[in-house]
């Protein structure tokens, strides 16, 4: 019941979130009570919100814990803690020892640990209550992105139909870049 009313007050929150850029980009006046820097991508030439797709929101996040290679806590508007699964992507599992899930969790958090993120997230959620989203780093860098291409995440064709992790995940198994190295890496899905 409880977890039922947070996840309805978190969407409402997104949505809300949405409705205030898009009056915002529209010029109309709106109030409230949250700071609109901390809602908002700014709205500059070549800015991520710039160039969303339809349906998806960006909000602005620190990323205040790595839980796994494919999992990250943020806190949201500075008060609202909220877990994340990278969206398209599937990590080696730090549990039960997997090959490499130690060193994704370790890359993932180089990529975007302590840094004010930008999520874009549809606002839908995973079975096991986390926020599913891509994160863009301060640098720019799509992060789910960076982790196949870097070789610590496989792309997770069964939820993703995002064929551009698709050829990121060619080029590092190529290159034999991260899990890559081994002959016969086993995906978290078989492992698990």
């Not at 800015?47 to 205040?64: C, R």
């Amino acid at each position: 019941m409880i977890v039922k009313l947070t996840y309805t007050i978190l969407s409402a929150l997104i949505f809300l979130s949405s409705c205030q850029r898009t009056a915002e980009t529209r010029n109309i006046n709106v109030g409230s009570p949250v700071e609109n820097s901390e809602i908002i991508v700014e709205q500059t030439e070549g800015s991520v919100a710039e160039n969303l797709p339809e349906g998806k929101l960006a909000l602005k996040a620190n990323i205040i814990r790595i839980v796994d290679g494919d999992t990250a806590e943020l806190l949201y508007n500075d008060e609202l803690p909220i877990m994340l699964r990278l969206q398209h992507i599937d990590a080696p599992e730090k549990r039960g020892s997997q090959p490499y899930g130690n060193k994704a969790k370790i890359v993932l958090s180089d990529l975007c640990f302590g840094q004010q993120v930008t999520i874009l997230t549809e606002g839908d959620f995973d079975m096991g209550g986390r926020m599913i989203g891509e994160i863009i780093n301060e640098e720019g860098i799509n992060v789910n992105k960076e982790m196949v291409r870097l070789g610590y995440a496989w792309h997770f064709k069964k939820y993703s139909d995002d064929f551009s992790y698709d050829e990121l995940e060619k080029e590092a198994r190529n290159n034999r870049r991260g899990l890559w190295q081994e002959s016969n890496p086993i995906a978290p899905w078989d492992f698990r």
